[in-house]
């Protein structure tokens, strides 16, 4: 499947990929300046089941790397730079892992590359969290207006699904080749921890954690985000 896509910039091509519930309009907007200004073509998707992406969200990530490859085809490019955050940087990583001929350097944050003993109760914790996301109304509204027709309440809820996760996937490096950059917030504990094991599982990754930055690092620290990227792209 095609997905819809916001372009910017020429020069090489770089994709940034949103997080889960998000669209690729509504974030990786600094990044976006920033890099058109510095000669990147600037892809941002939507995937599918978010904006104007749609498609049926079993096999997701399966389906998304597809997706993928069929929208890049479409756009007529051959190999491109690649990040993406949190559901967006585990769509990077299987991506890159799949088409490697067709990545250039690969960033992602807010992965896991294994299960963490208290799993079971972060999903618990989700699951609430999106319990008061549907009962709050102008969160509703916002979600309803990015993601028109799609179900976007069924989309989130499916990310807490046992099997959901694809930590076989995740934290299968071993055979990667490109250049890759782990980047997280320091304020998440477990993803600080989980770069870490990423550097040990494959010497080659490089990591960089951003201070006063989580989950969504590339939001909340957008200028350290951006300068970090590109020195690794430039290094790579």
Not at 37 to 60: M, Q
Not at 191 to 216: D, M, T, W
Request: glycine fraction near 8%; include cysteine.
């Amino acid at each position: 499947m095609i997905l819809h896509t916001y372009v910017s910039g020429e020069g090489e091509p770089l994709v940034l990929i949103h997080s889960g519930g998000m669209t690729g309009d509504t974030e990786y907007n600094e990044q976006s300046e920033f890099f058109s200004a510095e000669n990147f073509k600037v892809i941002r998707p939507d995937l599918r089941g978010h904006g104007k992406s749609f498609g049926k969200i079993d096999y997701y990530f399966v389906q998304c790397v597809q997706d993928l490859k069929e929208t890049l085809d479409h756009l007529g490019i051959e190999r491109c730079h690649i990040a993406g955050v949190s559901i967006g940087g585990i769509a990077a990583l299987l991506f890159a892992k799949e088409y490697p001929e067709k990545v250039k350097s690969l960033c992602f944050s807010g992965v896991l590359p294994k299960e963490p003993a208290n799993w079971a109760e972060l999903i618990k914790e989700e699951a609430q969290h999106y319990e008061h996301l549907f009962a709050n109304e102008e969160a509703v509204a916002f979600l309803n207006e990015i993601h028109g027709e799609n179900d976007w309440k069924s989309l989130l809820q499916s990310f807490n699904e046992a099997d959901f996760y694809p930590f076989h996937a995740t934290g299968d490096v071993y055979g990667i080749e490109i250049p890759v950059l782990c980047l997280v917030g320091e304020n998440q504990e477990l993803e600080v921890e989980a770069a870490i094991v990423y550097k040990q599982l494959h010497s080659a990754i490089n990591i960089a954690v951003i201070p006063f930055a989580g989950h969504l690092v590339h939001r909340e620290q957008p200028d350290l985000y951006s300068q970090t990227l590109y020195a690794f792209l430039k290094n790579s």
